[in-house]
């Protein structure tokens, strides 16, 4: 049977229990149900920060890894310039 407001309604009939009685009862249980507990609150902050450093931690890779790519590549073309001026030509 699905729990619609007119199964509550009749549910008070049947138990003599006032509607507004009902209602206060239903919102203060769907308020307590809704509500996070400290323990899930803290975990879940603390799952936020490791997903914030494990970004943090990418970048930094990210840009060690452009730097040292940059770096090869001056240093790749110094070679290949200093080739050309040494011997006139590229190898063939």
Same mark, same amino acid.
């Given at each position: 049977?699905?729990?619609?407001? #007119?199964?509550?309604? +009749?549910?008070?009939?049947?138990?003599?229990?006032? !509607?507004? %009685?009902?209602?206060?009862?239903?919102? *203060?249980?769907?308020?307590?149900?809704?509500?996070?507990? #400290?323990?899930?609150? +803290?975990?879940?902050?603390?799952?936020?920060?490791? !997903?914030? %450093?494990?970004?943090?931690?990418?970048? *930094?890779?990210?840009?060690?890894?452009?730097?040292?790519? #940059?770096?090869?590549?001056?240093?790749?073309?110094?070679?290949?310039?200093?080739?050309?001026?040494?011997?006139?030509?590229?190898?063939?």
């Amino acid at each position: 049977m699905i729990a619609t407001p #007119a199964f509550f309604y +009749s549910l008070c009939e049947t138990v003599m229990i006032n !509607r507004d %009685e009902m209602r206060v009862l239903l919102e *203060e249980f769907f308020e307590e149900s809704a509500r996070i507990n #400290a323990v899930e609150h +803290s975990e879940h902050h603390a799952w936020i920060q490791e !997903r914030i %450093e494990a970004e943090k931690a990418r970048k *930094e890779m990210c840009w060690e890894i452009t730097k040292a790519v #940059a770096q090869w590549s001056v240093l790749g073309i110094a070679g290949a310039l200093w080739f050309w001026i040494k011997n006139g030509h590229w190898p063939q």
